[in-house]
């Protein structure tokens, strides 16, 4: 157990600042393990990006960079997400 | 709607601080009106940014620990010793200061009358501020849904919120301490860090399907979810968020 | 909208002597702990190091055999793409050029793995003739894990997410391979003194 994890939490209001849809119910199928979850129950890990992982099986769901003015976002090891508009 | 939020374009804005109030010596509510706030749930955090005149910038959450109140929102922030952003907010801060945010955000950890109960609410630390603002909701709306706090601290004068929750216990709310590292004079509450045999204590058990919300440090988290999945309750019943190490 | 400056806000930064920090950069004494994922916790018994891929004969050293390889001391300024830069740092490891000693390749790239499946690019002469080490030792004790131990790369002329922590080997490739970071943002090369954050930098 990292205890500097975190959870999806602390990229919400990233998350739900660009895609305009409430992000933490925002539901994640892993593509390694098919396991489904909130975003908010997503493991969460400061890098010199932000990496969420699956927290069943630390599959790299997504990867975000973001430099002031763009952001790039890798969702490759999404299988799916479910959003709720 | 569960996950349904109208929402307009969340960005940054300027906040005024209103009041700042020792809660206790490491740790300080600050009051902000927030022009155009569009009101927030029980449990819902906000990002808070600090610019240098340089340019250099900082940003860190905090749970919204005041319950839905106009554009009127409260912040409760402990001081890390060498921090870089909560000494400011502590020391510095004064009324009549602006700051930038962005939220409310979170839809995952909130709650409110309608969700019902029972409540059980775990809290680590600073962890409380998002349970308080869910407490504070639920005294406002008159809700008696039995609703168990346990509240784990360093020792007594660290207990954030302290005589207010002392004032909300009864009408279906029971608070319950544990002071893990000093202890007063003939305490007989328990003085050790939470696990499996406190929760059970507390309660509400697995057969009463309670709505858990976990909040505090990650180790914090991570033990208490672990025993409370290990007492039989549901993972999905049970809501969690990290602060990150402790001290942070 | 501009961001509204915080009256007095500094937070903590040292002072720095003119020149000595790339542009954009902040002094620290401390350490940030930046992860991609959990720290993993290889028992040394298991851990090896390879350099495989455009190579005659594939390399493979034990932690005894790794341990047992010419190391020397580094002092070194670490700037990390986050914006913090620590000085004078101090580590103990092994060249790369050490390791690369009497290997035949035509490689001009190299990736570095990583326990947890971290991976960085780095080209192989950005490694060779001093620049790049495996570090097991920082401020005189063992490389705590956190901090990417048993051992980590060290490429101190590079942002520092090149200096793969927790690594277990290089590859050499014919053609550069972007990695972790580079693929998802990050800047191919990663200069600090030209700033190469991001793509397009």
Not at chain 2, 125 to 136: D, E, F, K, T, Y
Not at chain 2, 235 to 245: D, N, W
Not at chain 3, 20 to 28: A, D, F, K
Request: one cysteine or more.
């Amino acid at each position: 157990m990292d205890e500097l994890m975190l959870d999806g939490n602390a990229v919400a209001g990233m998350l739900t600042e660009v895609f305009a849809v409430e992000m933490t119910t925002a539901i994640v199928t892993c593509g390694n393990c098919g396991t489904s979850g909130a975003v908010g129950a997503m493991h969460v890990f400061r890098g010199a990006g932000i990496v969420m992982r699956c927290p069943n099986c630390d599959n790299v769901i997504a990867k975000i960079v973001e430099d002031g003015t763009r952001m790039w976002m890798n969702f490759t090891g999404m299988q799916t997400l479910e959003i709720t508009r | 709607m569960e996950g349904t939020t109208v929402l307009g374009r969340l960005t940054w804005q300027p906040a005024d601080v209103t009041g700042v109030v020792a809660e206790t010596p490491r740790a300080k509510t600050i009051a902000f009106g927030v022009p155009g706030w569009a009101g927030h749930r029980a449990g819902q955090h906000l990002d808070v940014r600090l610019t240098a005149d340089d340019g250099y910038q900082a940003e860190r959450s905090y749970s919204i620990a005041s319950a839905p109140d106009g554009t009127r929102v409260e912040l409760t922030v402990v001081r890390i010793a060498d921090g870089e952003v909560s000494p400011y907010l502590t020391d510095d801060l004064q009324p009549g200061d602006q700051i930038e945010l962005r939220g409310p955000v979170g839809g995952y950890f909130v709650w409110e009358p309608p969700l019902g109960g029972p409540l059980l609410l775990v809290a680590g630390g600073s962890g409380v501020a998002p349970l308080m603002a869910m407490i504070r909701l639920r005294a406002a709306a008159g809700s008696d849904v039995d609703t168990r706090l346990l509240l784990s601290s360093r020792g007594w004068d660290d207990i954030i919120y302290r005589d207010e929750l002392e004032r909300l216990n009864g009408n279906g709310l029971t608070v319950v301490h544990t002071l893990t590292m000093s202890q007063p004079p003939g305490w007989a509450g328990y003085a050790r860090r939470v696990d499996a045999a406190m929760l059970a204590e507390v309660g509400p058990g697995p057969a009463e399907r309670p709505r858990v919300y976990i909040c505090g440090p990650t180790p914090f988290v991570e033990a208490a979810a672990q025993a409370l999945v290990g007492l039989g309750h549901q993972p999905e019943a049970i809501k969690t968020e990290r602060f990150g190490p402790t001290g942070s | 909208m501009p961001p509204i400056i915080s009256r007095g806000f500094r937070g903590r930064r040292e002072d720095a002597p003119p020149g000595r920090v790339p542009p954009g950069q902040y002094v620290t004494r401390d350490f940030p702990v930046l992860s991609a994922g959990p720290t993993p916790h290889t028992p040394l018994e298991r851990w090896d190091f390879t350099i495989s891929g455009e190579v005659d004969e594939p390399r493979r050293w034990t932690w005894e055999e790794f341990r047992a390889l010419p190391a020397e001391e580094i002092t070194a300024d670490i700037h990390c793409v986050t914006k913090w830069s620590k000085l004078d740092t101090v580590w103990q490891g092994v060249r790369v050029d050490t390791l690369l000693e009497g290997i035949e390749t035509s490689a001009g790239y190299t990736v570095a793995f990583s326990d947890g499946g971290y991976t960085t690019n780095v080209p192989l002469e950005d490694l060779t003739e001093g620049k790049a080490w495996v570090a097991f030792s920082y401020g005189g004790e063992p490389l705590q894990p956190v901090h990417g131990g048993p051992a980590r790369m060290l490429v101190p002329h590079l942002y520092f997410w090149k200096s793969a922590k927790w690594v277990r080997g290089l590859r050499l490739t014919a053609a550069d391979e972007p990695g972790f970071w580079e693929t998802n943002g990050y800047h191919n090369y990663g200069d600090p003194w030209r700033e190469q954050r991001y793509w397009g930098d």
